[in-house]
């Protein structure tokens, strides 16, 4: 009996262990996809054209591909609203781009407004790069954390010059400006009445 029970604590103290390691090299796996799961814009082309990402709203951010936030109808018009008024108040002085990717060295987001110089032409063949870029505005409401966090340090490394978050839930802009070690020096709160004004400003420092 005893020889018996010897047995049966030995087994339970084996297939504990053994649980203990799986789990650990579960652990050691899931850590090193991590950490080599990334993929170069280059990777994320191939993938593009060979279907892979077909039919997914994903975008390339840091080296992950990430779904993107589902768009909502009043994210959508009033993306589509602000695209146009841009549109008209920049006629023949720079592209306002609409959902369009922008390719960055580790990451390849689709911002949902993107102001980059004329001619337009010039992206027949590849997306704007950041020396093409004035500023990027995102639309909010979803994705708030990501466009305020994530992006912003995205867009910082990647040498934006500005780039605003309109929170739809606040109703305010977010303004992010000035970099600074590869990060935004300032973050302004404008209220919606006064984003014109920011428009002019740039307006006038950009083409005037």
């Given amino acids: 009996m005893e020889a018996h029970n010897g047995k049966c604590i030995s087994r339970y103290i084996l297939h504990h262990k053994l649980r203990r390691a799986v789990v650990l090299l579960r652990k050691c796996v899931n850590s090193a996809m991590k950490t080599l799961a990334k993929w170069s814009v280059g990777d994320y082309h191939r993938m593009i054209e060979a279907g892979i990402l077909r039919d997914r709203r994903v975008e390339l951010l840091a080296g992950e591909v990430c779904q993107m936030s ?60 950041p020396q093409d870029i ?39 802009m ?12 300032t973050k302004q709160k404008i209220e919606a009445g006064t984003v014109i004004s920011r428009c002019a400003e740039l307006i006038t420092q950009y083409f005037y």
């Fill in 134 to 172: 004035f500023w990027i505005v995102e639309v909010a409401q979803t994705s708030l954390k990501k466009d305020l966090e994530l992006k912003a340090a995205i867009y910082a490394s990647a040498e934006i010059q500005e780039y605003w978050v309109l929170n739809l839930s606040a109703k305010q």
């Fill in 70 to 129: 589902p768009e909502t109808p009043i994210h959508y018009n009033t993306t589509k609203r602000g695209t146009k008024y841009l549109e008209e108040l920049l006629a023949g002085k720079a592209d306002v781009r609409f959902n369009g990717p922008i390719t960055l060295s580790d990451s390849e987001p689709e911002p949902d407004i993107a102001i980059v110089r004329l001619p337009e032409s010039a992206y027949n063949d590849r997306h704007p790069e």
């Fill in 174 to 185: 977010i303004v992010f400006r000035y970099r600074q070690n590869g990060e935004y020096a």
